[in-house]
């Protein structure tokens, strides 16, 4: 055998090596971009307030990509990015003392506080996660106007009208995480 077929026999060898182990290789590279970081808070109020962990874990990567001291131009605060007036009024009924200093910086009691409102909104919208994290987004009173004028159907399905374009996006990136989040992580 010449050096030449060596060398091609070799890089043939290696192309069908990258490619039998690319699909591994894909999965831990997205793995590495979709954490599954704070899991024993996002676990914890998943089972707590009857929310897919998924759905926790699609939000936080929208909004702060697991960066718990970011704040929003519009003032939203750690993990989940909530704003301080939403905080307060979900913390009734938590084990959360709040205080507008430290509680949405920590943790533990963002994502609390987040899965709670999510549970809210979803509880609200009959279950339709789509329209949850609308509001989640937008509010509740832009979502329920959109609904009232048929700019968007109750059912949730029809994203592409949702007037805000950054709430569209936002929409479109959740469902995207989710997606992900599910096919990476979800046992089959």
């Given at each position: 055998?010449?050096?030449?077929?060596?060398?091609?026999?070799?890089?043939?060898?290696?192309?069908?090596?990258?490619?039998?182990?690319?699909?591994?290789?894909?999965?831990?590279?997205?793995?590495?971009?979709y954490p599954m970081k704070y899991e024993e808070y996002v676990e914890k109020?998943?089972?707590?307030?009857?929310?897919?962990?998924?759905?926790?874990?699609?939000?936080?990567?929208?909004?702060?990509?697991?960066?718990?001291?970011?704040?929003?131009?519009?003032?939203?605060?750690?993990?989940?990015?909530?704003?301080?007036?939403?905080?307060?009024?979900?913390?009734?009924?938590?084990?959360?003392?709040?205080?507008?200093?430290?509680?949405?910086?920590?943790?533990?009691?963002?994502?609390?506080?987040?899965?709670?409102?999510?549970?809210?909104?979803?509880?609200?919208?009959?279950?339709?996660?789509?329209?949850?994290?609308?509001?989640?987004?937008?509010?509740?009173?832009?979502?329920?106007?959109?609904?009232?004028?048929?700019?968007?159907?109750?059912?949730?399905?029809?994203?592409?009208?949702?007037?805000?374009?950054?709430?569209?996006?936002?929409?479109?990136?959740?469902?995207?995480?989710?997606?992900?989040?599910?096919?990476?992580?979800?046992?089959?």
């Amino acid at each position: 055998m010449t050096k030449h077929i060596k060398k091609i026999m070799i890089i043939a060898i290696i192309i069908v090596l990258a490619i039998i182990s690319l699909p591994k290789l894909n999965k831990i590279i997205l793995k590495k971009l979709y954490p599954m970081k704070y899991e024993e808070y996002v676990e914890k109020y998943s089972k707590e307030y009857n929310v897919d962990k998924y759905l926790i874990y699609s939000v936080i990567k929208a909004e702060s990509n697991f960066k718990e001291d970011v704040v929003s131009n519009q003032k939203a605060i750690g993990l989940m990015q909530i704003m301080d007036q939403t905080a307060k009024e979900i913390s009734v009924n938590t084990q959360i003392e709040y205080n507008e200093n430290k509680t949405l910086y920590n943790p533990d009691e963002n994502i609390c506080l987040g899965t709670k409102y999510l549970a809210q909104l979803i509880k609200q919208y009959n279950g339709n996660y789509m329209l949850a994290v609308t509001a989640y987004n937008a509010g509740i009173g832009n979502v329920n106007k959109w609904i009232e004028q048929k700019i968007i159907k109750e059912d949730g399905q029809d994203i592409e009208n949702i007037p805000f374009k950054e709430t569209n996006n936002y929409v479109r990136k959740i469902i995207q995480n989710y997606r992900i989040y599910k096919q990476l992580y979800e046992e089959i």
